[in-house]
């Protein structure tokens, strides 16, 4: 017996390699002479897989055995990247698999490599939720991640002559070894149909959902091992099955085909992830993605409370369901739905419960963005939850007409029901009414919030507002992303940093260290060398790592401004083209992002910066000052290389449409100065580090909101900016598309004539900004005691901290120790 259970949970090499070896004959079926990298890839993740087992299944024991309030966070994305690594370094067996697989002939690095990263996100708030699921882990707090399993993520970008091609994500083509499924943990979903009253045993009116369809939701788990715990939480993702004895008895008449066709119509719910992340196109398919999941999940919580012996009436002291953006805010609906019809409490009961368990956090202030259904579309999917959400409505506005008499124009503007042009049903109102907490993301985000979208709401409960500055986890963007920081902090301060990223604080006492500084500088070398040779392997473009790194890497968006980076380079270009001699440091412009693939702008973006790449770094009267490049397919695993490597992180956002930012504190724990607008959690950024140590230029959101109500009008900045002018007609010639006048004159004219996220008006300020940034790149002893202390102050910016706050100001949330004995 010991030997058996050495091989699965030994943490020495030796127990570990049998573990491989094992995995590789009896889990995957492999000769070891045939066995390829993606073999013991998958060997070594199920021998790590394992070794999680008894800490994951000891954790859901002790919480359930300890009758703890659980953190529920629903989210419809989770970027969760290569898991691998992470639970190495989780469960401290680094070293011990370095040495497993070199006995056998293998290098880590390689392995490690060969794992299909889960994209199941488009960006931010993806990756939010990933970093927020580490974080609970590793604090010991009882916490469920539930979201959805997608077939293919987030699409993988390739570039072809310069443009954004999309190829599906088959990240599970190989079988996924993280995951269990759980087949015996499903759920039936309804969709569509109509209601029916009927009366009770009692003689009690009840309503009854008589669907169109109804889908199984399957549960799959995953391990998520917290830092130098035992708590090994669990994300649980759904995915849609056909109810198969449902389909063949609506198709009795014997037409086989068309069942099997219903079958798939039905598995097509959790095919594919929604690759946009702004402008929320209301479709139909989204829509059954959302209620899917959220009504599998509180299916799921009930059950467990049952389980438990746990009245229904105490459902808001055993859960806290956090809801990601809108995106699950059916839930509010759904939970009374549960409560209500399934559960025979009355309303009033149901509702004290839905408002006590929920919570609501906001991302975005673009009203482009906000969620909202036209009104028959949702009747005719969720037609019980629209009679639900009219009564929840009736109740509300009631609530606001007591406490505004006669103001029936708040009354139009708070109603769950828009009523401009086509009716809808409005999410974020949905979600704000049926929390009892609602937060925003960033200092500045929640202000802008309680002042604008959510104003009403916000003067009739202000007390459920409150900030949660986002965060980011020390462990994925710091521990392993840069092993060469990771060593010097280990050796300069201990450890403790890794769970208290505060202790960075205590770099401050080396900053005038000059060894220290030579050593910083060393490693931030290495690590644009590193970057330096994925990006010539990528794209062929040579950087030279004494260069300053000068990156923007995040999603593609008019609002996050990567033209204005490109109006910079172009200014630089001009100005070296007409002055070789010109005294400027060399840089080299890094970017990377995905555009949603029907976001017409933002792919002429990327064409742009691949076009002015083009030019620039094969002419040689600028290629010795200015080289650019486009990271292809830019996700959680090449993040890991940029971040580190960066010299300058570019946070330029037109203030007020960022809503927090959080690849802004990855460049900052990386040591990277930021140039940046006052905009999101920029703000707390400067706060942290001091004006002197953050290159700040740009209208205030206050100045953008006001230049927008006076009507802002591009063409003025263009009069009085001859450069500004010569660049963009530079961008409108052809010059960067051998000619053709055509491919770039929509992004020009949408700058020239209407300049939506006032592009022109900080031009200038932001390329005397860069002046500022090259002056302070000539001091190498100066600028790296700024990187340095940029480090030293980002303990704020974990997600530890942020996950705190939630557990304390939202959710009434216990840490509970999980020992694992063994
Ligand atoms: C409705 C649907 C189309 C949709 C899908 C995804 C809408 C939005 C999104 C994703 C939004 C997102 O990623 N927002 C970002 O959230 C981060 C975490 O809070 C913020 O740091 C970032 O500023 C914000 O843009």
Redesign the pocket.
Known sequence: AAVGATVRVGLDPAALQQGIVDHLRYSIGQLPALATPAHYYRALALAVRDRLQDRWIRTTETYFEQERKLACYLS??FLLGPHLANNLLNLGLEEAARGALAALGQDLDTIIDCEPEPGLG???????AACYLDSLATLAYPAVGYGIRYEFGIFAQQIRDGWQIERTDKWLHAGNPWEIAKPDICYEVNWGGHTETYADEAGLQRVRWVPFRVVKGLAYDTPIQGFGVDTCNTLRLWSAEAVESFDFQAFNTGDYFEAVEAKLRSETVTKVL?P??????GKRL?LAQQYFFVSCSLQDMLRILDLAGVPVERFAERYAVQLN???PSIGVAELMRLLIDERHLDWDQAWAITVAAFGY?N??LLPE?L?TWSLPLFRECLPRHLEIIFEINRRFLDQVRARFPGDEARVARMSLIGEVGDKQVRMAHLASVGSHAING??AL?TDLLENSVLADFHELWPERFSNKT?GVTPRRFLALANPGLRALLDRTLGTDWLVDLTALRRLEAHIEDPAFRSEWRAIKHANKRRLADYIATQTGVELDPNWLFDIQVK?IHEYKRQHLNLLHILTLYRRLKADPGLGIPPRAFIFGGKAAPGYFLAKRIIKLINAVAGTINADPEVNERLKVAFVPNFNVRNAELIYPAADLSEQISTAGK?????GNMKFMLNGALTIGTLD??NVEIREQVGDENFFLFGLTADEVARLQRQGYRSADWLDSHAELRAVLDMIGSGHFASGDSEVFRPLVENLTDSDPFLVLADYAAYVACQERVASAWSDPERWTRMAILNTARCGRFSSDRAIREYADEIWGLQPVAVSAHI
């Not at 488009?122 to 990756?127: K, M, Q």
């Open positions: 419809a994305e488009n960006g931010g708030l993806g990756r939010l929604y946009n992340d702004e402008p929320a196109i989204r953006d809108t995106h956090t991302h975005t963005a969620e993301v960033a985000h986002n999603r960022e809503a927090s930012g959080t999101g959690a």
